[in-house]
């Protein structure tokens, strides 16, 4: 590890300690990403429905990867992204966490290894999935559905329950949460898995629920959270993973089409929080594009060049498109002397490797 990942890292620890969480300690994961980016060239039969799957993602997450490519039909030959790298959520790395916006549930269940991550349908509009904590209080193998007052409501037809078997939308596996009427469950319909899709529950892939359900026993904490915006650094990178918003996802699905946001003020304070001491080395007009485009996959918004090596090229690439109202930092990196993390002073500049290519996987 490179002295400046120790400084993140360490910085990384000290923010958790801070969260009074208690109980017994267990190794936890620190790394900050898992998976890989893949191109593909795409075959005459795929469609984003099959890639998806194929690859555990979902539908959302390749739609936005790939703007303006018929996700019917993508044509053969045609470059696609499969966005398989993810920044972890800005959640302790223990238990169950749910990021609403990727669409995607993270188990650790590793102790030190990354965790099992795996894509997921939640609550369609006016049926959200809520945010918070909670705890998995009970598992069913073959569960029975058994449709609230609302659901026959608005359709009568509806049985008073559903039996196992194919009609049963909550599959072969259920584990209910305790948020009354909430439960992490398969599906019957594979296809709205990285949607909008359910009233407020969370649905995985069959294949995806039956390695879940092994894993997790009872008494499991539960976190979701609402993060579009997800930002780590890995070595001398700081990078920056931004997904459509719960709203943005809607016509994400149905057009492939969003409306483009603009950078707030609140997202602004955060990047300059994580970037720290290395502000002046943020790439504005990658963030800005970024936030516009939702891609839904991580890319390099920073670098710190190893110790000798020119940063010419990184300083104009920036400094036009510089936040007009952001706080420029006292002391410029160049004239840092040390960095100050918890109580220990850390040497700057930090001695890094030299910079390494970027592995993004290929698939023909």
């Known amino acids: 590890m490179s002295r400046f990942s120790h400084i993140v890292a360490t910085a990384a620890l000290f923010a958790v300690s801070l969260t009074g969480f208690s109980g017994q300690v267990f190794a936890e994961y620190k790394g900050n990403s898992i998976g890989t980016l893949i191109e593909y060239r795409a075959k005459y039969e795929d469609t984003f429905i099959h890639l998806a799957r194929r690859n555990a993602l979902g539908f959302v997450e390749m739609r936005a990867a790939n703007p303006g490519i018929d996700p019917w039909i993508p044509g053969e030959g045609t470059e696609l992204m499969i966005p398989a790298q993810h920044l972890l959520p800005d959640a302790p790395h223990r238990d169950v966490v749910i990021n609403l916006p990727e669409m995607r549930i993270y188990a650790y269940v590793n102790g030190d290894k990354p965790p099992l991550s795996y894509p997921i349908g939640i609550g369609r509009e006016g049926l959200s999935t809520p945010v918070g904590h909670t705890t998995i209080v009970r598992k069913a193998v073959n569960p029975i559905w058994r449709p609230t007052d609302r659901m026959r409501k608005e359709k009568p037809e509806l049985p008073v329950e559903v039996l196992p078997g194919p009609e049963n939308p ?195």
Request: positive net charge; glycine residues 6%.
């Open 170 to 364: 909550m599959g072969t596996r259920a584990l209910y949460l305790g948020w009354s009427q909430y439960a992490i469950h398969g599906t019957n319909k594979p296809y709205g898995i990285g949607r909008r899709s359910s009233s407020g529950c969370i649905r995985m892939y069959p294949e995806s629920v039956l390695e879940f359900f092994e894993r997790i026993p009872v008494g499991t904490k539960v976190t979701v959270v609402n993060q579009p915006l997800k930002l780590a650094w890995i070595g001398e990178e700081l990078l920056l993973e931004a997904h459509p918003d719960l709203d943005q996802a809607i016509k994400m699905e149905e057009s492939g089409v969003i409306e483009h946001q603009k950078l707030t003020d609140a997202d602004m304070a955060r990047i300059m929080k994580v970037a720290g001491p290395f502000q002046d080395y943020l790439n504005w007009p990658k963030i800005r594009a970024a936030i516009r485009e939702r891609r839904g996959y991580p890319i390099v918004i920073a670098r710190v060049p190893a110790q000798g090596e020119s940063r010419k090229s990184e300083v104009q690439e920036v400094s036009n498109d510089f936040p007009r109202d952001a706080i420029v930092p006292k002391k410029k990196p160049e004239n840092i002397k040390a960095i100050k993390v918890g109580n220990a002073s850390i040497p700057y500049p930090p001695q890094l490797p030299q910079k390494k290519a970027r592995i993004i996987a290929r698939v023909d």
